[in-house]
């Protein structure tokens, strides 16, 4: 089959590395992916020099990360996210509470997260307080609260 060959990555590759990294890789995958797109070069004797100053720099870029994704975390803890569903008088949901109606709730208080940073492994289908897993950051995880309240329809309105 094929032979593997050194690379250095210059940029985060996902399941591969990250940015910096020597990496022994198929020529193909090489060749067909990460040299078009420039996301690898060849191991050299010169780019050795190349892997300290792209390391020096994702370990800086990682650290800058990491202190916003704290910042961003202590901001989302402190906060609880109200969902506002339609619901029969005994409490069930008509439908559910998915990750983009959390990531919606989100964006409308001003705070902007992709999917992969909330991770719900199943939509919300009752009433109550819910949790949410954050990953903000490879180091960095934490808890979103979530309230899932029922829908005042007019009928309910006039019967208070």
Request: proline letters at 4%; hydrophobic letters at 40%; one cysteine or more.
């Amino acid at each position: 089959m094929g032979k593997s060959i050194e690379v250095i990555l210059l940029a985060d590759v996902e399941d591969l590395g990250r940015s910096g990294d020597a990496c022994r890789v198929r020529s193909g995958y090489a060749r067909n992916f990460l040299f078009p797109k420039k996301l690898a070069v060849t191991m050299s004797p010169g780019t050795k020099r190349l892997i300290e100053k792209k390391r020096a720099e994702a370990a800086l870029r990682l650290a800058q990360e990491k202190e916003e994704a704290q910042a961003l975390l202590q901001k989302l803890e402190q906060m609880t996210i109200t969902c506002t569903v339609k619901a029969n008088p005994e409490g069930r949901l008509f439908g559910s509470v998915s990750p983009a109606d959390v990531l919606a709730q989100l964006a409308a208080n001003g705070i902007e997260l992709q999917k992969k940073q909330l991770a719900m492994y199943e939509p919300f289908k009752s009433l109550g307080d819910h949790e949410a897993h954050l990953h903000l950051h490879p180091e960095v995880r934490g808890v979103l609260k979530i309230k899932v309240v029922a829908e005042k329809t007019a009928v309910e309105s006039d019967a208070e």
